[in-house]
């Protein structure tokens, strides 16, 4: 029933390591989003997906690379590891695209719960 | 440039209204939004408005925009224990196909 799903939901790892973060939407929306909050709670967006496409991409090192092998899925994979990632990352979603109108409006996973030592 | 600032922290008692709010700088925004995140948890959509309204008003939420001043604020009516969450405010223009989110407000409701 979960509309915009994560896993996993916590992640502990050491510095230097490579993990994936997975996302999964089943509303049926064209566009997704992964957005990083640090521990002041402060969101900003990383990424974002249109139809498998890539049309957002922050300022973000390279060693983060998202994958969305479908419309309804956007994983995020993490490189070397370090200890500055540790944040929650949100994975979010939405009807369309730069359209007017609530069809645009965002709605947000869980949280990924990364802590890197 | 965009940049979305809210007050830190806001404590009332069970039963009073709640004010949250937040101020932008992007006179392009189309649409802002309110989002309630609980402790340990993901955010939730509240409400949103497009920017050619003044004001909104769901069950216990009113939204109130003064474009002007570009000042947005949440009234929570009857605030409840339940209420307690960190609020943010969120902005979406035209020219970005992302919402830049406010620094959030963390609100304690006291029985």
């Known amino acids: 029933d979960t509309a915009v799903s994560q896993t996993p939901k916590y992640l502990v790892t050491q510095m230097g390591n490579d993990k994936s973060i997975k996302c999964e939407q089943n509303l049926g929306h064209d566009t997704m989003y992964w957005y990083k909050q640090d521990s002041k709670k402060f969101l900003k967006i990383m990424f974002s997906?249109?139809?498998?496409?890539?049309?957002i991409n922050e300022t973000v090192p390279n060693r983060f690379s998202p994958k969305s092998p479908d419309k309804a899925h956007l994983n995020l994979h993490i490189n070397s590891l370090e200890l500055g990632d540790s944040a929650v990352y949100f994975c979010a979603s939405s009807q369309d695209l730069g359209r007017a109108g609530a069809r645009e409006t965002q709605y947000f996973g869980p949280g990924t719960r990364l802590l890197v030592l | 440039g965009e940049d979305v600032e809210q007050s830190l922290f806001l404590s009332v008692r069970e039963g009073d209204s709640s004010v949250i709010n937040c101020t932008y700088t992007d006179s392009s925004s189309t649409y802002l939004y309110w989002y309630k995140q609980e402790p340990g948890a993901g955010l939730q959509l509240l409400t949103y408005?497009?920017?050619?309204?003044d004001m909104k008003q769901d069950q216990r939420l009113t939204v109130l925009l003064n474009k002007k001043d570009k000042h947005l604020s949440l009234r929570i009516a009857d605030t409840q224990t339940g209420d307690s969450a960190i609020y943010f405010c969120?902005?979406?223009?035209?020219?970005?196909?992302?919402?830049?989110f406010g620094t959030g407000t963390r609100l304690l409701v006291s029985p």
């Open positions: 408005i497009f920017s050619n309204m």
């Open positions: 997906y249109n139809n498998k496409e890539l049309i």
């Open positions: 969120a902005e979406r223009n035209t020219g970005f196909q992302k919402l830049v």
